[in-house]
């Protein structure tokens, strides 16, 4: 008998394994998977579906879940428990220091017994939400937040914890493009690094420059040619205001901090080579100034001091 069940097991286990190869070869994912598991990344297939119910439950004060499921999301089979279970969607930020932010989806695992400091789906009077679990020395059960902004609570009388979150899945993670762009600058300077600029020689280009420059935000057109030569810093407009006022303190028209802040949107937050005019917070003849400007300062940057002139 007991042969036979452990026969059965291993038929099971290899009819399952041989049904995802099959499944990995249909999706043409065979030789990615390989490749993956021989680097030692465990890539796992989702294809097993676990029900999403329809409300985002806060990591703050306790909302309704809702009753009837949105969706089904499929997840790896691997991390699926055999004890009932669902994911809901987390919002709110009382539970940021362990890494839940809006948008993640939880999965919440029914039938567990909560341990000291597991994440807990707890219905209090109809409504949900998600805290650590702790029991205290006189047997308290409290919910406790994870950010110093909220206090933690005993859980009331006739509440009951719902289920033990399980897994975490990030609401599609990604880096800002400023982040990115400050590390590769860092990189290509030490791939390629740039000459320095002395200050003196960077003075007599905004001295040059100035007399192109007739409305006090066509300054950011300058500030961006020096950001690319990391002459400033990224959005460091403080900076790069006190630098225009020391050179021409006599010019009519001198940066604001405030309005320079404005135009670091859209394709002028990127670097000169990745301007856009149908993608920029000034247009027309506006954006051809500014551009103009811009590629000037670049230029007078490159030149040898003595053979920088603006044209009048």
Aim: glycine fraction near 6%; charged fraction near 30%.
């Amino acid at each position: 008998m007991k042969n036979d069940m452990e026969n059965n097991m291993k038929n099971e286990m290899e009819n399952k394994e041989q049904k995802k190869k099959e499944t990995l070869k249909n999706l043409g994912l065979e030789k990615l998977f390989d490749e993956l598991e021989e680097q030692g990344w465990h890539p796992m297939l989702c294809d097993t579906p676990v029900p999403v119910y329809d409300n985002a439950v806060p990591c703050g004060k306790p909302a309704d879940v809702g009753d009837v499921e949105k969706e089904y999301k499929l997840m790896p089979e691997e991390t699926v428990s055999l004890q009932p279970g669902f994911m809901v969607k987390a919002k709110g930020d009382s539970m940021k220091d362990v890494n839940i932010s809006e948008g993640d989806m939880v999965n919440v695992m029914q039938g567990r017994q909560a341990q000291d400091g597991d994440i807990v789906l707890a219905k209090i009077d109809d409504d949900y939400t998600l805290k650590a679990y702790l029991k205290d020395s006189d047997g308290q059960v409290w919910l406790v937040p994870q950010n110093p902004d909220y206090e933690a609570f005993p859980l009331p009388a006739g509440a009951e914890v719902v289920g033990v979150a399980s897994q975490l899945i990030k609401a599609w993670p990604r880096a800002t493009y400023r982040s990115c762009l400050g590390k590769v600058q860092k990189a290509k300077l030490k791939i390629r690094p740039q000459k320095e600029l002395k200050p003196e020689f960077v003075t007599e280009a905004i001295r040059n420059i100035a007399p192109m420059v007739t409305v006090g935000r066509q300054w950011f057109a300058v500030y961006r040619a020096l950001a690319d030569k990391d002459v400033v810093g990224d959005a460091d407009f403080a900076t790069f205001c006190m630098m225009v006022q020391d050179a021409v303190p006599e010019h009519g028209r001198l940066p604001n901090l405030v309005e320079m802040q404005r135009l670091n949107i859209m394709s002028f937050a990127k670097q000169l080579k990745l301007w856009k005019p149908d993608n920029s917070p000034v247009t027309g003849k506006r954006y051809v100034d500014y551009l103009m400007i811009a590629q000037k300062m670049a230029k007078l940057l490159e030149e040898d001091p003595q053979k920088r002139r603006v044209a009048e």
